[in-house]
Nanobody
Framework: QVQLVESGGGLVQPGGSLRLSCAAS????????MAWYRQAPGKQRELVARITSGGSTNYADSVKGRFTISRDNAKNTVHLQMNSLKPEDTAVYYC??????????WGQGTQVTVSS
């Protein structure tokens, strides 16, 4: 059974930082592209950052220079370091594991709220 378990969300003031983690089980982690998506109320889910199985990364323009995605294949974990947070970063953040067009799994999401 595939499980993706996110952690690290919470309430933070503007300008603050958070580090999200996603622990995967039930998959050969190193073979999967891992990503973080987010969904704000009333908006569509959007890609925040992705890291491929080979370690290449890409980011949404809105988070470039502020967020960093990384992976630890030994621990089957992917992280999202979020710095200089803004109120518009408020959303539920979801972890995604994908291999090709066939296999795609989602975590349950973790709430990030940026507010003073």
């Amino acid at each position: 059974q595939v499980q993706l378990v996110e952690s690290g969300g919470g309430l933070v003031q503007p300008g603050g930082s958070l580090r999200l983690s996603c622990a995967a089980s039930g998959i050969i982690f190193s073979g999967y592209s891992m990503a973080w998506y987010r969904q704000a109320p009333g908006k569509q889910r959007e890609l925040v950052a992705r890291i491929t199985s080979g370690g290449s990364t890409n980011y949404a323009d809105s988070v470039k220079g502020r967020f960093t995605i990384s992976r630890d294949n030994a621990k089957n974990t992917v992280h999202l370091q979020m710095n200089s947070l803004k109120p518009e970063d408020t959303a539920v953040y979801y972890c995604n594991a994908r291999m090709g067009f066939t296999y795609s799994y989602w975590g349950q999401g973790t709430q990030v709220t940026v507010s003073s």
